[in-house]
């Protein structure tokens, strides 16, 4: 079993930081969703992004030079439930992988918020790692030992939690930590570099982020 498809939840409200996350601009100029766009493509996998028809569509268009070749390689896709909240989109994503799959859904889809600088085909590589030696687990996140804090929107989600989620999510709840607590979770932890680019909720935030995000950019080059 593998990671099948990626998710990119970039429908968040970002109050905060003043503007959607999605739209930061990164010093290379390109916005995060962008950025995060065109990690996934490296993996050449379905790549899905949740905006709550916002504004992706038009922005990654816009933004890449090879437009056609983007709209054939990125889905849009709705909530499940209008303004759900993550889970939402979550179970959007896994229903639209199924009818695109147009059999029983199998593996897992890498959903990754829109808040976060790490990228994708790296997270991709940590969390196949753990999939191929911690097996059948339900769900794989990362997790930060010094802070105690877990990251869910972050992880890896097995498409056979679909029915699951969905009934979760007609009861009106909401909460990513209360749906996984009955299920068989496996944490993946974080590296120490990782930290700062793993959550931002404010400009200042984002500014600690692209500086580590820098300097692990440097030590990939060496």
């Given at each position: 079993?593998?990671?099948?498809?990626?998710?990119?939840?970039?429908?968040?409200?970002?109050?905060?930081?003043g503007?959607?996350?999605?739209?930061?601009?990164?010093?290379?100029?390109?916005?995060?969703?962008?950025?995060?766009?065109?990690?996934?493509?490296?993996?050449?996998?379905?790549?899905?992004?949740?905006?709550?028809?916002?504004?992706?569509?038009?922005?990654i268009?816009?933004?890449?030079?090879?437009c056609?070749?983007?709209?054939?390689?990125?889905?849009?896709?709705?909530?499940?439930?209008?303004?759900?909240?993550?889970?939402?989109?979550?179970?959007?994503?896994?229903?639209?992988?199924?009818?695109?799959?147009?059999?029983?859904?199998d593996?897992?889809?890498?959903?990754?918020?829109?808040?976060s600088?790490?990228?994708?085909?790296?997270?991709?590589?940590?969390?196949?790692?753990?999939?191929c030696?911690?097996?059948?687990?339900?769900?794989?996140?990362?997790?930060?030992?010094?802070?105690?804090?877990?990251y869910?929107?972050?992880?890896?989600?097995?498409?056979?939690?679909?029915?699951?989620?969905?009934?979760?999510?007609?009861?009106?709840?909401?909460?990513?930590?209360?749906?996984?607590?009955?299920?068989?979770?496996?944490?993946?932890?974080?590296?120490?570099?990782?930290?700062?680019?793993?959550?931002?909720?404010?400009?200042?935030?984002f500014?600690?982020?692209?500086?580590?995000?820098?300097?692990?950019?440097?030590d990939?080059?060496?």
């Amino acid at each position: 079993m593998t990671i099948a498809a990626i998710l990119i939840i970039a429908g968040g409200h970002s109050r905060r930081m003043g503007q959607p996350k999605a739209l930061l601009t990164l010093p290379s100029g390109k916005t995060l969703l962008s950025h995060h766009v065109d990690c996934a493509k490296r993996l050449n996998l379905p790549i899905l992004v949740g905006d709550n028809d916002k504004f992706a569509h038009a922005l990654i268009r816009e933004n890449d030079k090879n437009c056609d070749d983007c709209a054939n390689n990125v889905a849009f896709i709705k909530d499940y439930i209008k303004d759900a909240g993550a889970l939402s989109c979550l179970l959007g994503a896994m229903n639209h992988y199924a009818q695109l799959s147009k059999q029983v859904p199998d593996g897992y889809i890498l959903a990754v918020s829109c808040d976060s600088l790490i990228d994708i085909d790296k997270l991709y590589v940590r969390f196949e790692r753990a999939i191929c030696s911690q097996t059948n687990q339900d769900v794989y996140y990362l997790f930060d030992t010094i802070a105690d804090k877990d990251y869910p929107l972050l992880g890896a989600y097995r498409l056979s939690l679909m029915s699951e989620l969905q009934a979760y999510l007609a009861q009106g709840e909401r909460a990513v930590m209360k749906f996984l607590k009955d299920k068989r979770c496996q944490k993946i932890l974080m590296p120490k570099a990782w930290v700062s680019c793993a959550n931002f909720n404010t400009p200042q935030e984002f500014a600690q982020a692209l500086q580590d995000f820098a300097l692990i950019e440097q030590d990939n080059q060496k």
